[in-house]
Every structure is written in structure tokens, then in C-alpha cells.
T-cell receptor, first 113, second 114 residues
Framework: EAEVAQSPRYKITEKSQAVAFWCDPI?????LYWYRQILGQGPELLVQ????????DSQLPKDRFSAERLKGVDSTLKIQPAELGDSAMYLC???????????FGPGTRLTVL | KQEVTQIPAALSVPEGENLVLNCSFT??????LQWFRQDPGKGLTSLLLIQSSQREQTSGRLNASLDKSSGRSTLYIAASQPGDSATYLCAVLESGGGADGLTFGKGTHLIIQP
């Protein structure tokens, strides 16, 4: 069964350093999402792509976060510089198209020291 | 702004009991509602998706209902098992097309005692 892949699974970094997360959606899925989940909370959307285009990045802290999906397939989320409050689980999800069921990857657990 | 609330925040029941998890949302203009399961430190697994035009969906021992007009959904788990222990998250997808990120509740942490 096809799955959303994410790497790394765990990342520990010091504040002010740069970090990057990678996501490979299910093959053929046009829509890709990045969510952030703080411990004890539900996930919150950071950015949504339709193919290579950004559909919604209204909740992405653009002074330090960036996301790209250059060829409309895999995606990278970057944080520079990382802050203590960025410690969270970063989840990637994909769906065949907008409005369809979203399938989530295993997440990347980020700890900022 | 859509807000999703889940009650209770935590629940512990003996194995074999039937149980109900509750979810409410403030804006009834939704496209669909999904229930997810999340094991500690893991990603989300989709359990059931209910379209706005539907009243309920069933999968095995799980049954989810949707009352869109009152802004409520329930997840019914029959004959609970220790393997059902996890956090259950409710999420709504709002209508309108375009941006369709899910809005999640904080989840119900469920423990099934052997």
C-alpha cells in the first residue's frame, strides 16, 4: 500500500540553526500539505500545494519558514533560523485532489535546544 | 474562524465496553468531516470520512455520525479492545474550494484497560 514518506523522522537542533524536512507524497497525488502539531494539540496547516503552486500559506511564518514543491512531486520545508517555539511534530499529507481524503506521513519530530 | 472541540479530552474504560467520542464545530458550512487515529509519536491514520451530505459511515467496529446543522459528530467504538488505545482526532474540511486544509480538534486520549 502506497504511503507518504518523510525524513528525517527525528531532528534535534540548536536555536538559530537551519533545518529542512523532506516529504514524498503518494504517487499521483496532486495536493500536498504541511501541518505542524504542538504536543497536546491538533495539527495546524502551514502550507498547501496544488501540483507545484502554493494554494494557501497564510499560516506559514514567512520570516523564517519556506516551502517548495519545485516539480510538483516531493516537497521541502525549511526553517531558518529555528527558535525554541518551533519544537513540534511536522506532518506531511497528500490527497489525489483538493477535497479528497488526506493521507498522512509518519511525521518529523523537531526538538530545538 | 472554524473551531473544533472534542469532548472528553481523555477517557479510560475497561476492555469490551462500547464508547462514544464527541466532536463539535462552530461553522456548519463544511465539505466533509474526518476521524483520525494517532498513536504516540506517530502520524495520523484516517478512520472514517463523512461527506456533508451523509449522516453516517461505518467501518468494522467504528461508526461515525454527522449532524451538520447542529455542528456535531460522534465516533462510536463497539466492543473496545486494548489495541484501540490511542488519540482520536476529529477534523473538518470547510466548503468553498481552493484552500482546503483540515481544521482539527485537540483530540480525545483513549485508554482501554485490559
Amino acid at each position: 500500500e502506497a504511503e507518504v514518506a518523510q525524513s528525517p523522522r527525528y531532528k534535534i537542533t540548536e536555536k538559530s540553526q537551519a533545518v529542512a524536512f523532506w516529504c514524498d507524497p503518494i504517487s499521483g497525488h496532486a495536493t500536498l500539505y504541511w501541518y505542524r502539531q504542538i504536543l497536546g494539540q491538533g495539527p495546524e496547516l502551514l502550507v498547501q500545494f496544488q501540483d507545484e503552486s502554493v494554494v494557501d500559506d497564510s499560516q506559514l511564518p514567512k520570516d523564517r519558514f519556506s516551502a517548495e514543491r519545485l516539480k510538483g512531486v516531493d516537497s521541502t520545508l525549511k526553517i531558518q533560523p529555528a527558535e525554541l517555539g518551533d519544537s513540534a511534530m511536522y506532518l506531511c499529507a497528500s490527497s489525489p485532489d483538493q477535497g479528497d481524503t488526506q493521507y498522512f506521513g509518519p511525521g518529523t519530530r523537531l526538538t530545538v535546544l | 474562524k472554524q473551531e473544533v472541540t472534542q469532548i472528553p479530552a481523555a477517557l479510560s474504560v475497561p476492555e469490551g465496553e462500547n464508547l462514544v467520542l464527541n466532536c463539535s464545530f462552530t461553522d456548519s458550512a463544511i465539505y466533509n468531516l474526518q476521524w483520525f487515529r494517532q498513536d504516540p509519536g506517530k502520524g495520523l491514520t484516517s478512520l472514517l470520512l463523512i461527506q456533508s451530505s451523509q449522516r453516517e459511515q461505518t467501518s468494522g467496529r467504528l461508526n461515525a455520525s454527522l449532524d451538520k446543522s447542529s455542528g456535531r459528530s460522534t465516533l462510536y467504538i463497539a466492543a473496545s479492545q486494548p489495541g484501540d488505545s490511542a488519540t482520536y482526532l476529529c477534523a473538518v474540511l470547510e466548503s468553498g474550494g481552493g484552500a482546503d486544509g483540515l481544521t482539527f480538534g485537540k483530540g480525545t486520549h483513549l485508554i482501554i484497560q485490559p
